[in-house]
């Protein structure tokens, strides 16, 4: 029988660490008594950033959650050469029982990711080529990762520039472009440029210096970057006044993704307290460049090795839906820009701690705990009984690309049947299975999956799914620029080809909800109801986790309520 999964103490960036209060213990601390326990307790206490680790400590009870967990798998393998499987884990949650697991494990057959060899060819990554092809198709799209900062102070501007400018020189990726020879795409890394400069723009006449600023960094965030020529990675910083600005960065998805975002504001910060000397600024030292993680990939998923991840997908995904038949306004007339919406809404307190105790009730994560209700909800809406999720997933995996800005985010499709006439209860424990399994086959790109498995598509809409759940580990690490106040502003909402993208952070005891939505097929109002509608359903499996999922008495009672469909099944 499993050990309890406990609810996850907070979510937030790729990278990031769950912070709060450290929790109390409530049994005495047991030393390690053996080398593998010893080992394990100095890793644990690494990744949660505590000191009073026991060997009969549960993992989750210590305030661990999935992206520790991850953490925690990923230095076992560079430890000891042993690849522990998500679902092995959360049965092993202490330190007692991951010790006597890992210790009788042989040599993983998945690869440590190390330098390739001299003579390796510029190959892209899986998910690099794909991009790069789209980019063929539609030349100079928009395919941009975008963040940006407002930054209050005694700005330094020239030390932010040598900071940018080190950042850029430690990461090949962002010095990275994409010729094409003879039809193929290589990966050519340019050399560091000693007089690489930051832009800057000037707004602080404008009648409105901040909305000028926003218009002149939502141009550069749609600025279409030349995959051949580049550059790939912009930086820009606007004046508003000399003590107020803010920096923007976009770059192109081949070399960057959100994850990315966070490293380098992490790494920014380190190198501006530093005076943007990198000796100073004390970073950790990057054993492989992306290159060689593309050359990895490239061989790691060649014969066998994808054959046995693709042989999960086609199993979990056989006789899935091909489309997620949501109630919607009718399609946007042909010709006309797609838009998107965004919408924000938080749980309170008291509705935060019961999501948490719900999970610790039933073994689940608050990620399992959400694509529970996620699912319950869009099966309520759709009429179907089988529901398939696109989830992020960071590939930041090995130790050495755990610092390492470049293209890792791969999207899996799990699956939630919901046939039957299910309680929240047993749907919380197929949320489970189905987000476990899917963590112990996260390597195969979603674009091979999709080539493998996905024979029937339905034109103009995503195949496979068409909304994603993202639980992110909100980053508590201090990232300012010492008497500069770092505040993180809001980016444009970007049109999408998913119905729905929820994303999900906790902070500060309360967990936020941040809904962007399809504004051609749903209005805010129907984005509110489906927040809502999980909510209520919450409330509901708190008091009664014996609650049917399809009890119409839990629906959220709103005013814009879409209309029942007639109950479809694969």
Known sequence: MAHPARAEATTGSADGAASGTISRRSAPLVPPRTPHEESMVAIWRDVLDRPD?????????????????????????????????????????TVETLAAFVAAQTAPERPVVGPRPPDAEPVLSLDQHRLWLAD???????????????????LDVGVLEASIRAIRDRHETLRTRFPDIDGEPLQIV???????????????????????????????????????????????????????????ITAHHTVCDNGSVALFVKELSALYRAGGDPARAELAPLTIQYRDFAVWQRQWLAGDAINRELDYWREHLAGAPKELTLPAAAPPAVGSAARGGRLRAALPVDETAALHELGRTHDVTVFMTLLALFTSVLARWSGQRD?????????????????????????????????GDPTVAEVLGRAREAALGGYAHPDVPLDVIVRHVSRT?????????????????????????????DEPMDSPVLPSKLDFLLTVREMDGSVHLELEFDADRYDEARARDLVEEMRTLLRAACADPGTAVFD???????????????????
Not at 61 to 78: K, P
Not at 136 to 154: E, S, T
Request: zero cysteines; a negative charge.
């Open 53 to 93: 680790i026991g060997v009969l400590d549960d993992f989750f009870d210590l305030d661990g959650n999935s992206m520790h967990a991850i953490r925690v798998i990923t230095q076992i393998r560079e430890t000891y050469g042993v690849s522990v499987r998500a679902i092995d884990f959360f049965e092993s949650p």
């Open 136 to 154: 063929q198709l539609v030349p100079g799209g928009a395919y941009n990762v975008h963040g940006r900062r407002r930054l209050l102070g005694p």
């Open 190 to 248: 340019d050399d560091p440029d000693p007089g690489w400069r930051l832009r800057i723009a000037d707004v602080s006449d404008a009648a409105d210096p901040l909305a000028a600023a926003v218009r002149v960094l939502d141009e550069d965030a749609m600025t279409s970057l030349n995959l051949a020529e580049g550059p790939l990675f912009l930086s820009l910083l606007v004046k508003l006044s000399d003590s107020d600005h803010v920096l923007g």
């Open 387 to 419: 529901v398939v999720v696109g989830v992020p997933m960071t590939g930041r995996t090995d130790a050495g690309t755990r610092g390492l800005i470049g293209l890792f985010f791969n999207t899996l499709p799990i699956r939630v049947r919901l046939d």
């Open 457 to 485: 598509r339905v034109r103009d809409r995503t195949p496979l799914f068409q909304v994603m759940l993202n639980v992110v580990d909100v980053n508590r690490g201090d990232t300012g620029l010492g008497d500069v106040v």
């Open 552 to 570: 119409e008495r839990t629906a959220a009672p709103t005013a814009s309520a879409p209309p029942a469909p007639k109950e479809t099944r694969p």
